[in-house]
């Protein structure tokens, strides 16, 4: 089965894995998230304050009474909807740009709105504050407050500004009436706010909470998958990731038509290493080794991973057999340049290297590289040891594409 196309990378001992697992989201990540869950929120509140204001005004008889305060409000709600809903639109563009100047610009126009909706409720208690429209708009924005506390509690910048601006104006124009009823509903008004603050805090705990396990969970999953891929004791990633990147790969070259080389690396008389100096030591040599052929790779596209043993193997994608014998030199070099001391004794180390090179097509067993490769490095090792031996059917020609 041929692996997806990977989506988020690694490191791990310098080296860039791919990784299927979802990268964890960073804290800048999580607040953006945030914002955006706040607009979606309130994506279709926005429109009921000028509704709302329009129900109100004409069956109350504000229309008829005061039609300028009527119908100046209702374009003045509506305007700000439409900037909001605009804002809203663009909001998740601005933040990868603008990041602070969209927040900012966020925060302001709700509260405006809110501010708006809070004043507009105090010109009604100021006015008229016996009759009915009075007491609709307090009931409305009373209701406004509690829905936003649902909605807005999530936002720490708008969770307690939110319905403060909205409460204000309102309290303010009922001081100015000095009547006993006016005092009572001032009263619960201030009662209610400590409320929403306290329960939009709790709203606040919920989300973030749930965003932090999601965040936990995610890390989780990626530092299994990472574990599962990577090699514990040389640090380069793993035969399952080989076959995983190298399936990738050749489905990859088959649609592009590009070539593929691969190296066999084997340390040159390990098992002699082993039981002369002790395992311990013969894990020593590996890292040691695998650090080597790491700096010997000249992308950071081409990977080095351990395939059994003493073994490693090398892919390196879009590389031809001339390219790939500088590669492979390179590795030698690198080898034979490693300084391992035992028991006050220098230990040298070389390796065999057997390298093959093809461009891929649909019809071609992917295992034949592999195979070719393995080939190469029996008679490297066959062959005197610490060197290089190359095949390259790079220039095979593929059947025709009507074929496949």
């Given at each position: 089965?041929?692996?997806?196309a990977?989506?988020?990378?690694?490191?791990?001992?310098g080296?860039?894995?791919?990784?299927?697992?979802?990268r964890?989201?960073?804290?800048?990540?999580?607040?953006?998230?945030?914002?955006?869950?706040?607009?979606e929120?309130?994506?279709?509140?926005?429109?009921?304050?000028?509704?709302?204001?329009m129900?109100?005004?004409?069956?109350?008889?504000?229309?008829?009474?005061?039609?300028?305060?009527?119908w100046?409000?209702?374009g003045?709600?509506?305007l700000?909807?439409?900037v909001?809903?605009?804002?809203?639109?663009n909001?998740?563009?601005?933040?990868?740009?603008?990041?602070?100047l969209?927040?900012?610009?966020?925060?302001?126009?709700?509260?405006?709105?809110?501010?708006?909706?809070?004043?507009?409720?105090?010109?009604?208690i100021?006015?008229?504050?016996t009759?009915?429209?009075?007491?609709?708009?307090?009931?409305?924005t009373?209701?406004f407050?509690?829905?936003?506390?649902?909605?807005?509690?999530?936002n720490?910048?708008?969770?307690?500004?939110?319905?403060?601006?909205?409460?204000?104006?309102?309290v303010?124009?009922?001081?100015?009436?000095?009547?006993?009823?006016?005092?009572?509903?001032?009263?619960?008004?201030?009662?209610?706010?400590?409320?929403?603050?306290?329960?939009?805090?709790?709203?606040?705990?919920d989300?973030?909470d749930?965003?932090?396990?999601?965040?936990?969970?995610?890390?989780?999953a990626?530092?299994?998958?990472?574990?599962?891929?990577?090699?514990?004791?040389?640090?380069?990633?793993?035969?399952?990731?080989?076959?995983?990147?190298?399936?990738?790969?050749w489905?990859?070259q088959c649609?592009?038509?590009?070539p593929?080389?691969?190296?066999?690396?084997?340390?040159?008389?390990?098992?002699?290493?082993?039981?002369?100096?002790?395992?311990?030591?013969?894990?020593?040599?590996?890292?040691?080794?695998?650090?080597?052929?790491?700096?010997?790779?000249?992308?950071?596209?081409?990977?080095?991973?351990r395939?059994?043993?003493?073994?490693?193997?090398?892919?390196?994608?879009?590389?031809?057999?001339?390219g790939?014998?500088?590669?492979?030199?390179?590795?030698?070099?690198?080898?034979?340049?490693?300084?391992?001391m035992h028991?006050?004794q220098?230990v040298?180390?070389?390796?065999s290297?057997?390298?093959?090179?093809?461009?891929?097509y649909?019809?071609?067993?992917?295992?034949?590289?592999?195979?070719?490769?393995?080939?190469?490095?029996?008679?490297?090792?066959?062959?005197g040891?610490?060197?290089?031996?190359?095949?390259?059917?790079?220039?095979?020609?593929?059947?025709?594409?009507?074929?496949?």
């Open positions: 089965m041929i692996p997806p990977p989506n988020s990378q690694d490191e791990t001992g080296l860039r894995l791919t990784l299927q697992s979802q964890p989201a960073s804290d800048d990540e999580l607040a953006i998230r945030c914002l955006l869950d706040t607009a929120r309130t994506a279709l509140g926005i429109w009921i304050y000028p509704a709302m204001w129900i109100v005004a004409l069956f109350s008889g504000a229309a008829q009474r005061w039609p300028l305060l009527t100046g409000n209702v003045g709600l509506l700000m909807a439409v909001r809903a605009h804002l809203n639109q909001l998740a563009r601005q933040l990868q740009t603008r990041r602070q969209a927040e900012q610009t966020f925060k302001i126009m709700t509260l405006a709105i809110a501010a708006y909706w809070g004043t507009l409720t105090g010109i009604c100021y006015l008229a504050p009759e009915g429209i009075a007491w609709i708009m307090l009931t409305l009373v209701a407050c509690a829905g936003g506390n649902t909605l807005f509690g999530i720490a910048a708008l969770r307690f500004p939110y319905p403060l601006a909205m409460i204000i104006p309102v303010i124009a009922q001081a100015l009436q000095h009547t006993p009823d006016q005092k009572i509903m001032m009263g619960m008004e201030v009662v209610l706010t400590l409320y929403l603050r306290r329960s939009s805090g709790i709203v606040q705990k989300y973030w749930a965003r932090l396990a999601q965040r936990l969970s995610a890390q989780q990626r530092e299994l998958e990472l574990a599962s891929l990577t090699d514990g004791l040389t640090q380069v990633p793993n035969r399952m990731y080989f076959d995983r990147q190298y399936a990738y790969e489905a990859r649609r592009h038509g590009g593929v080389s691969l190296m066999m690396v084997d340390i040159d008389h390990f098992k002699q290493v082993n039981d002369t100096h002790g395992h311990p030591f013969g894990d020593t040599c590996l890292k040691e080794v695998a650090i080597a052929l790491r700096a010997g790779c000249g992308r950071s596209t081409d990977f080095v991973s395939y059994g043993g003493e073994e490693f193997v090398v892919l390196l994608a879009e590389t031809d057999a001339a790939a014998r500088v590669v492979a030199q390179r590795m030698l070099d690198q080898v034979r340049s490693i300084q391992l028991q006050g220098p040298r180390l070389t390796c290297i057997g390298l093959s090179t093809t461009i891929p649909p019809t071609k067993d992917a295992a034949s590289l592999i195979h070719e490769a393995d080939q190469a490095l029996y008679r490297a090792k066959h062959g040891r610490d060197q290089a031996v190359i095949t390259d059917s790079s220039n095979e020609v593929p059947p025709a594409r009507a074929r496949w």
